[in-house]
């Protein structure tokens, strides 16, 4: 079973500009998370989706930040434009439900620099 | 406000020796805990969790512990491998809403040969 795919894997670019990154899920899976994880932290959650709905964006700062998952399957989050702090390594993650006892499966993240 | 707290950010151990990872919480609605494991360059990969009903559960040589009271989870490894060398992260979950995961800042282990 193939797993949750992410590209690019990294990616350096000055601030104030703006990037994209994009999230294949686990085929099947409903629920697609974004997280941010900074040097030295746990992975944050942004947002949340279940299908193309979103569950929860409590945390994503919308003022720059934006997702979408148009046909509940793949998933692109961007950010425009960035800041110095949004340097971190972005995680998609896939889950079958939402429930408890739901596993959520990652994908090997992107590393963003921002310079 | 870190609701979830590893308190220890690195920790060294023999090969063979037993690992114990330690894990605080503060928020008394969470019910539901897991453990990642995390190499370099990979994503974070589900190793074990444990629902607030239980006070142990055992998965091979992982064992999480849950002591609800003192709102403190803790994960041994026994023994201890050289490839089990990685970040471990803690995580909470509520059992209603979003069940989403509030995660620790993690663990990074070394286990010498």
């Known amino acids: 079973e193939a797993g949750v795919a992410q590209s690019p894997r990294y990616k350096i670019i000055e601030k104030r500009q703006s990037v994209a990154f994009w999230c294949n899920p686990i085929?099947?899976?409903?629920?697609l998370y974004w997280y941010q994880q900074i040097l030295g932290q746990g992975p944050k959650l942004l947002i949340q989706?279940?299908?193309?709905?979103?569950?929860?964006d409590s945390q994503l700062p919308k003022d720059r930040f934006s997702a979408e998952r148009l046909k509940g399957v793949d998933s692109t989050l961007k950010i425009q434009p960035a800041k110095l702090e949004d340097s971190a390594v972005y995680l998609c993650?896939?889950?079958?439900?939402?429930?408890?006892?739901?596993?959520?499966?990652f994908g090997p993240g992107t590393r963003l620099l921002v310079l | 406000d870190q609701q979830v707290k590893q308190n220890s950010p690195s920790l060294s151990v023999q090969e063979g020796r037993i690992s114990i990872l330690n894990c605080d919480y503060t928020?008394?609605?969470?019910?539901?805990f897991l453990w990642y494991k995390k190499y370099p360059a990979e994503g974070p990969t589900f190793l074990i969790s444990?629902?607030?009903?239980?006070d142990k559960n055992e998965d091979g040589r992982f064992t999480v512990f849950l002591n609800k009271s003192a709102k403190h989870l803790s994960l041994h490894i026994v023994p201890s491998q050289p490839g089990d060398s990685a970040v471990y992260f803690c995580?909470?979950?509520?059992?209603?809403?979003?069940?989403?995961?509030?995660f620790g800042t993690g663990t990074r282990l070394k286990v010498l040969a």
């Open positions: 993650a896939s889950s079958l439900g939402i429930g408890v006892g739901e596993t959520q499966y």
């Open positions: 085929s099947g899976h409903a629920t």
């Open positions: 989706f279940q299908n193309n709905g979103v569950v929860d």
């Open positions: 928020n008394s609605m969470f019910d539901y």
């Open positions: 444990i629902s607030s009903i239980k």
């Open positions: 995580a909470a979950s509520g059992t209603s809403g979003t069940y989403k995961y509030i």
